[in-house]
């Protein structure tokens, strides 16, 4: 087999944007030869697509192993032949940010996925603020958006929290109960 040199993740990450910024560049210009470049460059993502999908059916077990791998994951993905189910990535999505929710005193459970949305019960995070709920929710939501993009909406239930009623409050409507009875 012949060497050939690897492109480290930041590199496919730049190569890409710099594909994304082309194609725009394309699309924008009017005409039968953007129309051929675009129409060239899907088909080439199809005709890639097909190759990695037979690859991915002949590695067998092994495919779980490609899926590991950053840039075949997201192929995977675009070309839906991802071996793993869009509810297990959540799982493992949840999975990954699970450590932090529960160092904030939290828990977090995969409900359902539904089309393209991700149901999540977050339950028991400590604090008196409910910024820190919010702000653990968000996590959630990010981490499983970047990691599974088949997913577009993430909801995030929680249950609701009791009310807090300031003494100020408390002591008033006693104040006011006590002059309507004098």
Request: net charge negative.
């Amino acid at each position: 087999m012949a060497d050939r040199s690897s492109l480290d993740d930041a590199a496919v990450q730049k190569r890409l944007a710099r594909v994304d910024d082309l194609l725009e560049t394309v699309e924008r210009t009017p005409g039968p030869t953007a129309d051929a470049a675009v129409e060239s460059v899907q088909i080439l993502i199809e005709v890639y697509g097909e190759a990695l999908g037979r690859v991915v059916d002949l590695a067998g077990p092994l495919a779980r192993t490609f899926a590991q791998d950053e840039l075949l994951k997201h192929l995977m993905v675009l070309h839906e032949i991802h071996p793993d189910s869009v509810a297990d990535r959540v799982r493992q999505a949840i999975d990954d940010v699970r450590p932090h929710v529960e160092s904030r005193g939290g828990r977090v459970e995969l409900t359902e996925v539904a089309g393209s949305v991700a149901r999540v019960r977050l339950t028991g995070v400590s604090g008196s603020c409910s910024s820190k709920s919010a702000d653990v929710a968000q996590a959630i939501t990010e981490t499983v958006l970047a990691l599974v993009p088949e997913v577009a909406e993430v909801d995030v239930a929680q249950p609701a929290s009791p009310s807090m009623i300031s003494v100020d409050a408390v002591l008033s409507r006693a104040r006011d109960s006590e002059r309507r009875q004098a």
